[in-house]
Protein backbone atom coordinates (compact mmCIF):
# COMPACT_ATOMS: atom_id res chain seq x y z
CA UNK A 1 0.00 0.00 0.00
CA UNK A 2 1.37 3.28 -1.22
CA UNK A 3 2.46 5.43 2.04
CA UNK A 4 0.23 8.36 2.94
CA UNK A 5 1.04 11.76 1.12
CA UNK A 6 2.41 14.30 3.39
CA UNK A 7 1.25 17.85 2.80
CA UNK A 8 2.60 21.07 4.40
CA UNK A 9 0.44 24.12 5.75
CA UNK A 10 -0.35 25.96 3.44
CA UNK A 11 -0.99 22.83 0.98
CA UNK A 12 -2.98 21.81 3.81
CA UNK A 13 -5.41 24.95 3.85
CA UNK A 14 -5.73 24.71 0.19
CA UNK A 15 -6.99 21.34 0.67
CA UNK A 16 -9.64 22.03 3.29
CA UNK A 17 -10.82 25.04 1.65
CA UNK A 18 -12.75 21.78 -0.20
CA UNK A 19 -13.75 19.88 2.77
CA UNK A 20 -17.24 21.00 3.23
CA UNK A 21 -17.82 20.25 -0.32
CA UNK A 22 -16.05 16.64 -0.01
CA UNK A 23 -18.42 15.89 3.35
CA UNK A 24 -21.54 17.09 1.13
CA UNK A 25 -21.03 14.99 -1.45
CA UNK A 26 -23.32 12.42 -1.81
CA UNK A 27 -21.00 9.00 -2.95
CA UNK A 28 -17.97 8.58 -4.11
CA UNK A 29 -18.15 9.62 -7.69
CA UNK A 30 -19.20 13.14 -6.31
CA UNK A 31 -16.19 13.04 -3.71
CA UNK A 32 -13.89 12.11 -6.86
CA UNK A 33 -15.44 14.77 -8.65
CA UNK A 34 -14.14 17.46 -5.69
CA UNK A 35 -11.11 16.28 -5.70
CA UNK A 36 -10.64 16.35 -9.73
CA UNK A 37 -12.47 19.40 -10.50
CA UNK A 38 -12.05 21.59 -7.24
CA UNK A 39 -8.91 20.60 -5.18
CA UNK A 40 -6.43 19.34 -8.02
CA UNK A 41 -6.68 23.20 -10.11
CA UNK A 42 -6.03 24.99 -6.63
CA UNK A 43 -3.34 23.02 -5.25
CA UNK A 44 -1.59 23.20 -8.69
CA UNK A 45 -2.12 26.99 -9.07
CA UNK A 46 -0.74 27.40 -5.46
CA UNK A 47 2.34 24.89 -6.55
CA UNK A 48 2.78 27.01 -9.62
CA UNK A 49 2.05 30.78 -7.98
CA UNK A 50 4.66 29.79 -4.75
CA UNK A 51 7.20 28.25 -7.18
CA UNK A 52 7.15 25.16 -5.15
CA UNK A 53 9.16 21.84 -5.27
CA UNK A 54 5.99 19.81 -6.15
CA UNK A 55 5.01 22.23 -9.48
CA UNK A 56 7.30 20.36 -11.87
CA UNK A 57 7.38 16.60 -9.79
CA UNK A 58 3.34 16.00 -9.58
CA UNK A 59 3.87 13.38 -11.79
CA UNK A 60 6.43 11.09 -10.01
CA UNK A 61 5.89 8.29 -8.29
CA UNK A 62 2.14 8.14 -7.69
CA UNK A 63 0.02 10.85 -9.13
CA UNK A 64 -0.98 13.88 -7.58
CA UNK A 65 -4.49 12.82 -7.99
CA UNK A 66 -4.16 9.79 -5.99
CA UNK A 67 -2.25 11.47 -3.23
CA UNK A 68 -5.17 13.55 -3.00
CA UNK A 69 -7.88 11.00 -2.55
CA UNK A 70 -5.66 8.95 -0.79
CA UNK A 71 -5.38 12.13 2.04
CA UNK A 72 -8.98 13.48 1.95
CA UNK A 73 -10.20 9.26 2.39
CA UNK A 74 -7.98 8.93 5.18
CA UNK A 75 -9.10 12.53 7.15
CA UNK A 76 -12.38 13.13 5.85
CA UNK A 77 -14.09 9.49 4.62
CA UNK A 78 -14.94 8.50 8.50
CA UNK A 79 -18.34 11.32 7.95
CA UNK A 80 -18.45 11.75 4.20
CA UNK A 81 -19.37 8.06 3.80
CA UNK A 82 -21.51 7.92 6.46
CA UNK A 83 -24.75 8.04 4.47
CA UNK A 84 -22.43 4.80 1.94
CA UNK A 85 -22.18 1.86 4.01
CA UNK A 86 -23.52 -0.32 1.63
CA UNK A 87 -20.70 0.32 -0.76
CA UNK A 88 -18.74 -2.66 -1.73
CA UNK A 89 -15.49 -2.41 -0.33
CA UNK A 90 -12.43 -2.63 -3.42
CA UNK A 91 -9.13 -3.40 -3.57
CA UNK A 92 -7.79 -1.05 -5.97
CA UNK A 93 -4.57 -3.67 -6.49
CA UNK A 94 -7.33 -5.96 -7.74
CA UNK A 95 -9.05 -3.10 -10.16
CA UNK A 96 -5.07 -2.30 -11.83
CA UNK A 97 -4.01 -5.97 -12.23
CA UNK A 98 -7.57 -6.73 -13.77
CA UNK A 99 -7.18 -3.54 -16.23
CA UNK A 100 -3.04 -3.55 -16.72
CA UNK A 101 -2.71 -7.90 -16.57
CA UNK A 102 -0.11 -7.21 -19.60
CA UNK A 103 2.17 -4.63 -17.68
CA UNK A 104 1.75 -6.43 -14.24
CA UNK A 105 2.64 -9.86 -16.33
CA UNK A 106 5.29 -8.21 -17.60
CA UNK A 107 6.77 -6.71 -14.36
CA UNK A 108 6.58 -9.54 -12.61
CA UNK A 109 9.07 -11.20 -15.09
CA UNK A 110 11.31 -8.75 -14.48
CA UNK A 111 10.97 -9.16 -10.97
CA UNK A 112 11.26 -12.77 -10.68
CA UNK A 113 13.80 -12.98 -13.20
CA UNK A 114 12.10 -15.45 -15.99
CA UNK A 115 10.94 -14.74 -19.97
CA UNK A 116 7.78 -16.72 -19.22
CA UNK A 117 5.46 -16.95 -15.37
CA UNK A 118 4.58 -20.70 -14.52
CA UNK A 119 8.04 -22.00 -13.91
CA UNK A 120 7.90 -20.32 -9.98
CA UNK A 121 4.81 -20.38 -8.63
CA UNK A 122 5.89 -19.64 -5.21
CA UNK A 123 8.34 -16.83 -5.88
CA UNK A 124 5.56 -15.46 -8.48
CA UNK A 125 3.27 -15.03 -5.93
CA UNK A 126 5.48 -13.55 -3.10
CA UNK A 127 6.25 -11.08 -5.99
CA UNK A 128 2.60 -10.39 -7.07
CA UNK A 129 1.42 -7.23 -5.46
CA UNK A 130 4.81 -5.45 -5.78
CA UNK A 131 4.55 -5.46 -9.48
CA UNK A 132 0.98 -4.36 -9.15
CA UNK A 133 2.04 -1.97 -7.12
CA UNK A 134 4.80 -1.04 -9.13
CA UNK A 135 2.41 -0.92 -12.53
CA UNK A 136 0.32 1.11 -10.11
CA UNK A 137 2.56 4.30 -9.37
CA UNK A 138 3.75 4.38 -12.85
CA UNK A 139 0.14 4.79 -13.97
CA UNK A 140 -0.72 8.28 -15.92
CA UNK A 141 -2.92 10.93 -14.37
CA UNK A 142 -5.73 9.46 -17.07
CA UNK A 143 -5.25 6.35 -16.42
CA UNK A 144 -5.45 6.53 -12.64
CA UNK A 145 -8.55 8.15 -13.37
CA UNK A 146 -9.84 4.89 -15.37
CA UNK A 147 -8.85 3.12 -12.01
CA UNK A 148 -10.91 4.93 -10.08
CA UNK A 149 -13.80 5.24 -11.94
CA UNK A 150 -13.66 1.51 -12.84
CA UNK A 151 -13.46 1.20 -8.38
CA UNK A 152 -16.78 3.43 -8.42
CA UNK A 153 -18.57 1.34 -10.55
CA UNK A 154 -17.75 -2.22 -8.76
CA UNK A 155 -18.46 -0.42 -5.38
CA UNK A 156 -21.78 0.47 -6.50
CA UNK A 157 -22.83 -2.40 -9.61
CA UNK A 158 -20.68 -5.46 -7.48
CA UNK A 159 -17.88 -7.66 -8.75
CA UNK A 160 -17.84 -8.95 -12.21
CA UNK A 161 -19.76 -12.40 -12.30
CA UNK A 162 -16.46 -14.36 -12.32
CA UNK A 163 -15.24 -12.65 -9.00
CA UNK A 164 -18.66 -12.75 -7.42
CA UNK A 165 -18.14 -17.06 -8.57
CA UNK A 166 -14.78 -17.02 -6.68
CA UNK A 167 -15.18 -14.76 -3.60
CA UNK A 168 -18.63 -17.21 -3.27
CA UNK A 169 -16.42 -20.74 -3.34
CA UNK A 170 -14.32 -19.58 -0.62
CA UNK A 171 -15.78 -17.31 1.63
CA UNK A 172 -20.37 -17.60 0.96
CA UNK A 173 -20.69 -20.28 3.91
CA UNK A 174 -18.17 -19.01 6.47
CA UNK A 175 -20.14 -15.05 5.85
CA UNK A 176 -23.04 -16.60 6.10
CA UNK A 177 -22.69 -18.52 9.74
CA UNK A 178 -20.06 -15.60 11.17
CA UNK A 179 -23.47 -13.20 10.44
CA UNK A 180 -25.56 -15.81 11.82
CA UNK A 181 -23.62 -16.04 15.02
CA UNK A 182 -23.65 -11.91 15.19
CA UNK A 183 -26.85 -11.80 15.13
CA UNK A 184 -28.09 -14.33 17.92
CA UNK A 185 -25.57 -13.00 19.64
CA UNK A 186 -26.75 -9.65 19.38
CA UNK A 187 -30.61 -10.06 19.73
CA UNK A 188 -30.49 -13.79 20.28
CA UNK A 189 -32.18 -14.37 16.71
CA UNK A 190 -32.28 -17.18 14.37
CA UNK A 191 -32.44 -17.55 10.92
CA UNK A 192 -33.55 -19.96 8.32
CA UNK A 193 -31.81 -19.38 5.32
CA UNK A 194 -31.96 -20.83 1.72
CA UNK A 195 -29.13 -19.67 -0.47
CA UNK A 196 -28.52 -20.01 -4.08
CA UNK A 197 -25.31 -19.02 -6.13
CA UNK A 198 -23.26 -20.01 -9.45
CA UNK A 199 -19.84 -21.37 -8.08
CA UNK A 200 -16.66 -21.27 -10.32
CA UNK A 201 -17.19 -24.19 -12.35
CA UNK A 202 -20.50 -22.46 -13.43
CA UNK A 203 -22.73 -24.95 -11.79
CA UNK A 204 -26.10 -23.63 -9.91
CA UNK A 205 -25.82 -24.43 -6.41
CA UNK A 206 -28.60 -24.27 -3.66
CA UNK A 207 -28.15 -24.78 0.24
CA UNK A 208 -30.84 -24.73 2.65
Known amino acids: ?14 IKAHKRAFEEARDTTGRDSVVRDMILPDLLAFYNRTKHPRATAVEGSMSIVTELKEWTSNNW ?12 KVN ?16 LRGLVGVEELGQDPQREFQLQNRAIKT ?16 KVRVSTSGN ?18 AEDRKRFM ?19 KVQA
Open 77 to 88: RKTATAKDTKDL
Open 135 to 150: VRENLSTEEMMSVNAK
Open 186 to 204: EMGMFSLSLVAWVDSTGQF
Open 1 to 14: MPSKPIYGKEEKEV
Open 160 to 177: PPEKQRVTADKHGQSRIE
Open 92 to 107: VAEIVDRLFCDRVDET
